[in-house]
């Protein structure tokens, strides 16, 4: 007996087909970024430059890792998240095959508006206003943004000075105020 003509097909779309996983979730990612970070104060350069940080944190993640110890409240050892890359990458999946089967277009390819209504869709209802610490963001967006605010970038940005927080400034500029950005 033939196969019935609406029989779903096993086979993934084409468009999905014509470029390998590493390519949709660099892609998609960077789509992503583009419409979550804040592209106004940080320009396509900016962008880029927090997205590649993103990944180089994401590829050093250590699942599950021994966090500083509060010694004066508790000898209990507190542990850190699972590794969120498994998650994260299923969910720029799932924006991406959800553009597909919308639009017929990759993710990248929809107007920003087309984007954050798919992206709309797919973050948690209810979750937390404050960020949480990237690596348990219940979604890629919030870890992308979550990753962000906590750089000294975004920080010099917020203030609107080279404040630069997590970095060594030296003791001899403790009592200089911190130049304006631009400068």
């Keep these: 007996m033939a196969a019935s003509d609406c029989a779903p097909s096993s086979e993934a779309p084409p468009s999905v087909l014509s470029a390998s996983s590493r390519e949709i979730e660099r892609t998609t990612l960077e789509a992503l970024g583009r419409i979550v970070l804040p592209k106004r104060a940080l320009g396509d350069e900016g962008v880029s430059s927090v997205l590649d940080g993103f990944r180089d944190w994401l590829s050093g993640f250590e699942a599950v890792a021994e966090l500083d110890h509060p010694y004066l409240w508790t000898d209990e050892i507190a542990y850190g998240p699972p590794d969120p890359a498994p998650i994260w990458t299923s969910q720029l999946e799932a ?12 993710y990248s390819d929809l107007s920003s508006e087309e984007q954050r209504m798919i992206l709309d869709r797919h973050l948690p209802k209810h979750f937390d206003p404050d960020l949480p610490d990237a690596g348990s963001a219940p979604h890629v967006a919030i870890g992308i943004l979550a990753y962000f605010y906590r750089t ?6 917020g203030y609107g000075a080279a404040i630069e927080k997590q970095t060594c400034r030296g003791l001899d500029t403790g009592p200089d105020e911190p130049a304006p950005l631009g400068e």
């Design 152 to 157: 000294s970038h975004a920080n010099d940005l």
């Design 95 to 106: 924006l991406e095959l959800e553009a597909n089967k919308r639009h017929d277009k990759r």
